[in-house]
């Protein structure tokens, strides 16, 4: 079977081919490129491979999302993977051919020995088994517990033998053996890591529908409305057999228990309709959620400098009532349509006749017409709340600099008057919502019942038809009552897409991906005779301002240069630093990395070679792990390798004494909710961010401000050593 299951592994020289094939047998839209082959890749690194993956699906129009999975969990992860590329183990025996000559200069994998890495291209699950795509792009369908027992194998033999020993000394054999050995090995390896994967999935800034189509959502729509619709029936049926049994006098055994079989059935009709309900809102929720945090991640700094704090919260409370209202107001309104059109042709057979539905009608447009009232006034309210929130927060922001410069008089200025008019807004929110809720659904009760009076006072009408058009008024009055709530709640969820909106547009400015370049600058790029970062005329010029900040700046920064760039206050140091970092773009002049500009590499791409340490109030320490915040721009998970280089680091910026006494160490929580820094072990924390990003270039902008002389002396010193280019802001 191992050697069935080696036989359906891709080579890595064909990862591009086996992508393409992957993306078009998972119906992702691709598109057309030339041959991806990975040339100039050392193959044995699996730093460089996965790097190229991810390019390659770049250019291909999709993502590919690196992903490891320990031991426990692999089983699982493999049968809901796909599509993904799994790195398969080497053969067992495998011979290693000739040298593979690459284009570029080094070694590559195969000549120094190593076999080439194979790949498993994970289609789909099915059930207990999954199917592969052979390298001659045939499907195969194997079991998922075989290619999880193959991925985890030798990460299991040199532990086979002992187990298998003490499994024999215990008298364990039979079908029991192998449940046996597999429940020790999981016990023992539950966290180790098994697998490496890479998932192919739409970016989240792709089209909202595709993405809807890959998570199966009108699936999952359809399930919903069906289970509605089923139990909605039901139930009907139910009652038509419980009503026709009075009326006909024949409420024997039988009938009543068929019409309490027939209520029963109701109940599982029910939990299926809930249980796709909140699997809709869930993956739908998730969808949105991906596409925001994309969205607010491509803001440029300077959007967000010009946002403000206050704003951007505003933007992120209006997220959770888009998801919330959005997804419940719309299954709401949609089931409530359906119970509505269900009770208008209940209510033409009835004693009513062709009034009812009109009258239904009437009610239905009264109702539309009060919830566009509704969505005038919660849109003041919003208006007026989110301005509160603004301002509340900017003035927390702001709160030392307000108590230093603004006179005691104005601390509270306009607070009162914001306040007041938030009560007006609210006052009238609350009217309009009553109006909305509770006079449409009465008036419908009243407007029904008397409907109902002529055929009763003339006498034509039968008691069943009485019967029917009295059921078809509450079962319209529950309808409308429904659908005003959905209403209501999409009401709030379109006022709240207004502020969401930039960022679910921002997600879609993808880049196109910039040409596949080493991590780091050729040796021959970045040796002194050429410069590692310059700058050509650059002009900077702040958004609505005039004059520029920066005019004509020109400079050039070789390998092993330290520059400390000084000037007054507002000269414009900061922003010569974000512009070099690439935190902002000039408006004209040239800036070159290593010979290539911001375009050719990309925004991601100048960053991850120049690493920056902002001002403390451009800096943040994040709610997690102080380890988190340290390799936050390397790469999480860490490895040990990197967890070692951190510790190092901090003793040397003087960060030691603070983990000893930290509880937990680098897994010790830190941040707003957490372990309080000071303002020095803050700025030292930034400084050893930046340095662990291991970039070309590293600006430290005032990262040495807060500490005393020792301190910075010895921060100076780290930074000096640790970095091959190093240019530090201060003041004179």
């Not at 792990?625 to 990197?642: H, Q």
């Amino acid at each position: 079977m191992s050697a069935d299951l080696h036989a359906l592994a891709w080579p890595a020289g064909r990862l591009g081919e086996a992508m393409e094939a992957l993306g078009r047998a998972a119906g992702l839209p691709l598109r057309a490129v030339p041959p991806l082959r990975p040339v100039g890749v050392d193959l044995g690194d699996a730093d460089a491979l996965g790097a190229w993956i991810e390019h390659a699906a770049a250019e291909l129009g999709v993502e590919a999302e690196p992903a490891s999975e320990h031991r426990a969990g692999l089983l699982a992860a493999i049968r809901r993977a796909a599509p993904a590329l799994v790195r398969a183990p080497a053969a067992p025996g495998a011979a290693v051919g000739a040298p593979m000559r690459s284009p570029e200069p080094g070694r590559s994998a195969h000549a120094r020995g190593e076999a080439e890495p194979r790949f498993f291209v994970l289609a789909r699950g099915a059930g207990r088994s999954v199917v592969l795509l052979a390298p001659d792009g045939a499907p195969r369908r194997v079991a998922a517990r075989d290619l999880a027992d193959l991925l985890a194998g030798a990460l299991e033999e040199p532990l086979r033998g002992e187990v298998d020993g003490l499994l024999e000394r215990a008298g364990v054999a039979g079908a029991r053996l192998a449940r046996a050995r597999r429940a020790l090995l999981d016990e023992r390896l539950g966290a180790a890591e098994a697998a490496s994967l890479w998932l192919l999935r739409l970016p989240p800034g792709a089209s909202l529908w595709r993405r809807a189509l890959e998570a199966r959502l009108p699936r999952r729509a359809v399930a919903l409305l069906s289970a509605h619709a089923a139990s909605y029936g039901v139930w009907l049926f139910a009652w038509w057999l419980a009503g026709r049994g009075v009326l006909e006098d024949r409420l024997d055994r039988g009938w009543l228990l068929g019409w309490a079989l027939m209520l029963l059935s109701i109940v599982p009709l029910r939990l299926l309709g809930t249980w796709s309900s909140g699997l809709f809102a869930l993956e739908a929720g998730a969808l949105l959620k991906q596409r925001l945090l994309a969205g607010a991640l491509a803001l440029s700094p300077e959007e967000v400098r010009r946002e403000g704090v206050g704003r951007l919260l505003g933007r992120v409370i209006e997220s959770e009532a888009v998801e919330s209202l959005a997804l419940g107001g719309g299954v709401t309104a949609v089931t409530a349509a359906i119970e509505l059109a269900v009770s208008a042709i209940v209510l033409g057979q009835g004693a009513g006749g062709a009034l009812h539905p009109l009258l239904l009608a009437a009610c239905v447009g009264a109702g539309v017409a009060l919830a566009a009232r509704y969505l005038v006034e919660r849109r003041r309210w919003t208006e007026a709340r989110l301005s509160m929130t603004h301002e509340l927060v900017e003035r927390m922001v702001g709160q030392r600099t307000r108590l230093a410069q603004e006179p005691r008089a104005d601390w509270h200025a306009g607070e009162d008057a914001a306040l007041a008019g938030y009560l007006d807004r609210s006052r009238d929110l609350d009217g309009s919502h009553v109006r909305l809720s509770a006079l449409v659904p009465g008036m419908w009760t009243l407007a029904g019942v008397l409907g109902l009076v002529p055929a009763f006072l003339a006498g034509s009408a039968s008691p069943a038809s009485l019967a029917v058009a009295l059921g078809g008024v509450l079962l319209a009055a529950s309808a409308l009552k429904g659908l005003l709530g959905g209403l209501s709640s999409l009401s709030g969820a379109a006022i709240a897409w207004k502020e969401v909106d930039p960022l679910f547009r921002a997600a879609a400015r993808a880049e196109p991906p910039p040409p596949l370049l080493p991590p780091r600058l050729p040796r021959e790029l970045s040796g002194e005779e050429r410069a590692i970062l310059s700058a050509h005329d650059v002009v900077f010029r702040h958004a609505g301002r005039a004059r520029p900040v920066l005019r004509g700046a020109t400079l050039q920064i070789a390998a092993n240069e330290r520059v400390l760039l000084e000037g007054p206050s507002g000269g414009g140091k900061s922003t010569l630093a974000a512009l070099l970092a690439g935190l902002r773009a000039p408006e004209s002049g040239l800036l070159l990395l290593g010979g290539f500009d911001r375009a050719t590499l990309g925004a991601s791409g100048w960053r991850r070679r120049v690493a920056a340490a902002p001002q403390f109030h451009e800096n943040h320490v994040l709610t997690a792990s102080f380890a988190f915040n340290l390799l936050m721009s390397r790469r999480w998970p860490p490895r040990e390798t990197d967890l070692a280089e951190a510790q190092a680091i901090c003793g040397e910026l003087g960060l030691g004494e603070l983990l000893s006494r930290m509880p937990s160490g680098f897994e010790q929580m830190v941040g707003e909710t957490g372990w309080q820094l000071s303002h020095g072990e803050k700025s030292r924390l930034y400084m050893a961010r930046a340095l662990l990003q291991g970039a070309d270039v590293v600006v430290l902008d005032e990262s040495l401000a807060a500490l005393d002389p020792e301190t910075m002396q010895r921060a100076l010193a780290c930074a000096v050593a640790r970095s091959k280019a190093l240019i530090v802001v201060a003041h004179p």
